[in-house]
């Protein structure tokens, strides 16, 4: 038995890596962003060993220090190494962006796929609340649902932060994923599943579903950076993660725009690692799009 297990899982194993080994050869510059989002997952989840310090550790004899080797990044105006929040605020960024893309993209899918296979007065009622949430811009409804709905911790999620990020994805992933379903719905077996007696729910979970995962996947990666870009914002203005939390948007407000003269690394380096994990998911977003379904446009 070990042996016939071993033996179909080489297979398996070998279509994986060919698989990994043609992503790479097709899309080099989604290769290079997977490898980004991969550092940052590794340095997020093993962040109190890879950062020099803790990130709430103070040193009041090193306030506002410049980057050197003692401190790659510098010093914060508490005297906290900027390199190590940095690290750690990858996981605040990473969790929270992640768990909000899941959240509006399923729900935003299930809406979708539902809309296209009812149709009729159930398609038009969704379409027009879709429309009614995509006619607010996106950061004012984040700002509107945090501040309505407050801190909401959940295993030390802030669950209401979570949900003013992903409620406003759900209409973005509807839209899409209607013009998909609806192409779904007019086939064969979709027919044939409502001749046989199968149940709105089944036909929708287990017929259309499958074939609606290539563009809910690449949406999911695509609306991580958007997520996280909205996280920093909410952050940034006040509605989002709180002191002593690391966050990338945190580091940005405060008293750091004071320093943006005297102390610029309080601004350029969360600066920059935002711009580098939003930029390094809608890439690696793009070429996933390019690689699973190439006729798929959003």
Known sequence: MTDI?????????????????????QQPVGAVSLFIILAMLFASIFASWVAPYHPLDTDFMAILTAPSWEH????????????????????TALVIGITASLLGCTAGALLGAASAYFG?????????????????PLVVLALVIAAVIGRQLVFGIDMGLVLAIAIPIVPQVSRVIRASALSV????YIDAARVAGYSHT??????????????????????????????ASLSFLGLGVVEP?????????????????????????????????????NLFGDALRDWLDPKFTT
């Open 120 to 136: 009729g007065r159930i398609d038009a009622v969704i379409q027009r609340i879709v429309d009614l949430l995509l006619s607010f």
């Open 5 to 25: 297990a071993a033996a179909t899982q080489a297979p398996r194993r070998n279509r994986f890596l060919s698989s990994v080994a043609g992503f790479a050869r």
């Open 185 to 188: 719905r007019s086939m064969a």
């Open 72 to 91: 790659l990044a510098g010093t914060d105006t508490f005297g906290r190494d900027v390199f190590s929040r940095l690290i750690h605020g990858a996981r």
């Open 245 to 281: 939390t690391p966050a990338w948007g945190l580091m940005l407000s405060g008293n750091a725009t004071d320093y943006f003269i005297s102390a610029p690394w309080l601004i350029i380096f969360p600066g920059l690692a935002i711009s580098i994990a939003v930029i390094a998911f």
């Open 202 to 231: 089944r036909i929708i979970l287990r017929h259309m579903a499958p074939n609606l995962v290539a563009p809910f996947l690449i949406m999911v990666t695509a609306y991580v950076a958007q997520a996280i870009l909205l996280e």
